[in-house]
C-alpha cells in the first residue's frame, strides 16, 4: 500500500506561488538560496528542478524530501553571508533572524505565527506591518504584498539594498 502522506498545514499552493515569486522577482540575480525553517524542503526542491537555484534548508528538523541539501542547524544572521538570497516561508522561531538577513543580503520573508515581538499579540499582517516599519527604520528598502495563496499570505521583501544606496552603482 505504500506510505501514507502527511499533509502539512498551510495552502499547498504555497511553494509553487513562492518558488514563482522567487524567479519573478529575482531571476538569475541571484543563484545560492537560503530555505531557513524550510521542513522537508519542498520550496528548495520546486527553486532547484524548476528554476536551477541552489537552494537548501536550514533547520533544526531532520526530514528533507530526497535530493535537497539540509544544514541541520537553528538560523541565525551570520549565516546570511553565504547565500545570495534567504527566504523564511512561515519561519516561526526564524523570523527575527530571517529579517535580521537583510542588512547584509536580500530576503523574502513570509511570516505566520508571532515569533517577531512577544510582548503583544500579533496576527501576520501584523507582523508583516511590523517588519516593514523595522526596515524603514534601519534603512532597507523593502517592498510588501499579498501572494495569491490563503492567509497568511503577506510576504515582505528587500533587494538587499539601504535606502541610501540609491542612485549608487
Partial sequence: ?????????????RFEVLADFVYERYGKSVKYIADVAGGQGVLSRLLNK???YVSEVIDPRVYVVKG?????????????????LIIGLHPDEATRPV???AFSRPVIVVPCCNY????RKLGSKAIAEDIALYYEKNGIEFKMETLPMKYP???????GKKTSDRGKK
Avoid: F, L, P
Avoid at 116 to 119: A, F, L, R
Fill in 116 to 119: 517577531w515581538d512577544k510582548t
Fill in 99 to 101: 529579517v535580521e538577513s
Fill in 1 to 13: 500500500m505504500g506510505r501514507m502522506q502527511i499533509r502539512c498545514h498551510g495552502d499547498d499552493t
Fill in 68 to 84: 535537497v541539501k539540509q544544514t541541520v542547524s537553528e538560523y541565525d544572521s551570520e549565516m546570511a553571508s553565504y547565500y545570495d
Fill in 153 to 159: 499570505n503577506i510576504v515582505v521583501y528587500t533587494s
Fill in 50 to 52: 524548476r528554476y536551477n
